[in-house]
């Protein structure tokens, strides 16, 4: 018997429609980027770029959040929308909920409540305009999910951990929280026992680090 190919796990076509579109539409900054050197750490010069989450992770986040019925999610940072669709497209299927998600570039958030809209889950999230150090203090209440992308700052702690550290408190016993990019500091934090969690690095682009809160 032939087997199967491997399709996403999400299936409602409104929501495929969307992300198939903004994966095709996928771009690298001309001028380096800000992690790799040559390029601007400011993001409001990145505006019309995603450096959004790959398919397969959010294929992942997707499975995840529907394996343990999340339904309240936070997400440090939105972009575009592509992580959050994934997100809310769990919530919703999960029987609903809220996705609080963080973008610190107007144009961006506002490109994201488009294609939240055209994915047809703008009511699933609650998106926060500014920086996520003060837009992600009160999650008002026990969340399931984080997922902490990142965005590079120029010298002290990375911006993964700082959020992290605001989030953490926030997660309920048995949250998992999903990190893209690997900050040095963030791993420190996630792999240390002390702090309360268990943690893996999976083989997804590279490394993709998943946590469970386990104190
Ligand atoms: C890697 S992208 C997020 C991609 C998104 N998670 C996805 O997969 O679709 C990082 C985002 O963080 C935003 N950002 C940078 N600094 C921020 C801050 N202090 N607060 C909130 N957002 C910030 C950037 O504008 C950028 O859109």
Same mark, same amino acid.
């Given at each position: 018997?032939?087997? +199967? =190919?491997?399709t996403?796990p999400v299936?409602?076509?409104q &929501?495929?429609?969307v992300?198939d579109?903004l994966?095709?539409?996928r771009? $690298?900054?001309?001028a380096?980027?800000?992690?790799?050197g040559?390029g601007? @750490?400011?993001?409001h010069d990145y505006? %019309?770029?995603? !450096?959004?989450i790959r398919?397969?992770?959010?294929d992942?986040i997707?499975l995840l959040c529907?394996?343990?019925?999340?339904?309240?999610?936070?997400? !440090?940072?939105?972009?575009i929308?592509?992580?959050?669709?994934? !997100?809310a @497209?769990?919530? $919703?299927d999960?029987?609903?909920?809220? &996705?609080?998600g963080?973008?610190?570039v +107007?144009e961006? @958030?506002?490109t994201?409540? $488009?294609?939240?809209?055209d =994915?047809g889950l703008? %009511?699933?999230v609650?998106l926060?305009?500014?920086?996520a150090?003060?837009?992600?203090r009160?999650?008002?209440?026990?969340v399931?999910?984080a997922?902490i992308d990142?965005?590079p700052?120029g010298?002290?702690?990375?911006l993964a951990?700082?959020v992290?550290?605001?989030?953490a408190?926030?997660l309920?016993v048995?949250a998992? /929280?999903?990190?893209?990019? =690997?900050?040095?500091?963030?791993?420190?934090?996630?792999r240390d +026992? =002390?702090?309360? !969690? $268990?943690?893996l690095?999976?083989?997804l682009k590279?490394?993709?680090?998943l946590?469970v809160k /386990?104190g």
């Amino acid at each position: 018997m032939p087997i +199967p =190919a491997l399709t996403s796990p999400v299936l409602d076509p409104q &929501v495929v429609s969307v992300l198939d579109r903004l994966h095709a539409e996928r771009r $690298r900054p001309t001028a380096g980027g800000p992690r790799r050197g040559g390029g601007s @750490a400011d993001p409001h010069d990145y505006a %019309d770029i995603g !450096f959004s989450i790959r398919p397969e992770q959010g294929d992942l986040i997707y499975l995840l959040c529907r394996a343990t019925g999340a339904t309240r999610v936070v997400e !440090f940072a939105t972009s575009i929308g592509v992580s959050t669709i994934y !997100f809310a @497209a769990a919530v $919703r299927d999960n029987g609903g909920g809220t &996705v609080i998600g963080s973008e610190i570039v +107007p144009e961006k @958030a506002a490109t994201a409540r $488009r294609n939240l809209a055209d =994915a047809g889950l703008e %009511d699933v999230v609650d998106l926060r305009l500014g920086d996520a150090r003060e837009t992600l203090r009160d999650l008002g209440g026990p969340v399931d999910f984080a997922l902490i992308d990142g965005w590079p700052v120029g010298s002290g702690p990375t911006l993964a951990r700082q959020v992290m550290e605001i989030v953490a408190p926030q997660l309920r016993v048995g949250a998992l /929280v999903v990190n893209d990019n =690997a900050e040095p500091d963030y791993l420190e934090y996630v792999r240390d +026992p =002390a702090m309360g !969690f $268990r943690s893996l690095s999976l083989p997804l682009k590279g490394s993709t680090e998943l946590s469970v809160k /386990v104190g």
